[in-house]
């Protein structure tokens, strides 16, 4: 893979995608290539053969997918599993007719079944049943496991499917009803310290940014109706569960580099797939005790046990992609710094 290579980056406005985009133009790749959802629909079929017969990339990040949490999933099940299996199908199977010289699919680690050895190992998929929640987003991802897999082995392909697990970093989701943890608790933090400084002013405009806050969250910062704050002193932060359950997590700009290191891998590495983390997990007290540094709050935590805490345990093992010779670089606390810095710009802007 060199500079001057075409690569497509499918889904180049979200979180994972944009980390890829950011990564290659910083090492000077010129020839990228983008298109929104609005402008390329990838669950269209011949819009993406098309798409991919003019274009003619030499390499393919799939970082396009209809992603959401757990209400989102429970509720629309079919959306979920449509999109997803339309989107990777359409992509791999025209990658591998333009003769795509490699291709990163991106899964997640919900493919696992529910109750998994811990750390999770690539053996583990359909090794038993998967957690029912998110269970359709799960199997068409299990599908472009598969499909990448019978791909290289009928045809020759080089695509490599990626598990990630839990990432963040800039392009997260700070919208408290729909962000994962580690957004959830820089914005919580990040609000308190206001709210402790009698900011109403900070609030609304943190509130105009990035949507509402739930009324147990304004319950605990002791905000009004008009996002005014009634008490500085009495001001917490509220946290979901008990703060036990163990986390890995991973910052966005380590799995991008993953996904361009699997596409430097030479003829002699057989793609496979591939789980993608640190390998190392935290309490989510711990973890909330790293954002607590990290924002500068000093105030009181409130651990919310009428919450539900999820599975006790979840971290891959990551021997495979260490075998590589891939390694994470960004710290947990250096991470949280940089997404607290990007939550702080977008504010700003
Ligand atoms: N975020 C995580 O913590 C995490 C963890 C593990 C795995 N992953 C995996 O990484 C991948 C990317 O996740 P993400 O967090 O980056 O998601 P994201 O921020 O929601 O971005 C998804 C992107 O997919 C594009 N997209 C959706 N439907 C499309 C369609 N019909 N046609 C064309 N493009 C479409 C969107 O493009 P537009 O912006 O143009 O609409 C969007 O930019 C997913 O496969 C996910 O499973 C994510």
């Not at 994972?16 to 990838?42: H, I, K, M, P, W």
């Not at 799939?62 to 209400?71: D, E, H, M, P, T």
């Amino acid at each position: 893979m060199n500079q001057s290579d075409t690569v497509y980056i499918a889904g180049h406005r979200g979180m994972v995608g944009s980390a890829c985009r950011r990564l290659l133009e910083s090492r000077g790749y010129e020839n990228l290539v983008f298109r929104t959802s609005q402008e390329l629909d990838l669950t269209r079929q011949a819009e993406v053969e098309s798409f991919l017969s003019e274009t003619r990339p030499d390499y393919v990040i799939l970082a396009a997918a209809k992603v959401g949490g757990i209400l989102a999933n429970a509720t629309r099940p079919a959306e979920f599993i449509h999109t997803n299996l339309a989107i990777q199908t359409n992509v791999l199977h025209a990658a591998y007719q333009q003769g795509v010289r490699g291709l990163v699919f991106l899964g997640s680690s919900c493919i696992y079944p529910k109750y998994c050895p811990q750390p999770i190992r690539e053996e583990s998929l359909l090794t038993s049943e998967l957690e029912t929640t998110n269970e359709a987003y799960a199997v068409a991802k299990i599908a472009g496991v598969m499909m990448c897999r019978h791909y290289n082995a009928q045809y020759g392909t080089r695509f490599w499917p990626l598990m990630p697990t839990n990432l963040y970093g800039d392009n997260d989701t700070f919208d408290l009803q729909k962000s994962h943890v580690v957004p959830a608790m820089i914005r919580k933090f990040h609000l308190a310290g206001l709210a402790a400084a009698g900011n109403s002013a900070g609030i609304r405009k943190d509130a105009a940014r990035f949507g509402p806050i739930p009324p147990d969250i304004r319950e605990s910062l002791t905000l009004n109706d008009d996002w005014s704050v009634q008490n500085p002193d009495a001001v917490a932060v509220r946290l979901w569960g008990t703060g036990t359950p163990r986390r890995e997590l991973m910052h966005v700009d380590d799995l991008a580099r993953a996904c361009v290191h699997v596409l430097e891998q030479t003829g002699e590495a057989e793609p496979m797939l591939l789980n993608v983390g640190t390998g190392e997990d935290m309490t989510i007290a711990e973890l909330a005790e790293t954002v607590r540094r990290v924002v500068g709050f000093e105030g009181p935590v409130i651990w919310d046990d009428s919450k539900p805490d999820g599975t006790p345990r979840k971290v891959l093992d990551v021997s495979k992609l260490r075998e590589t010779g891939f390694a994470p670089a960004i710290p947990l606390e250096e991470g949280l710094t940089r997404s607290y810095a990007w939550y702080l710009a977008q504010i700003e802007n």
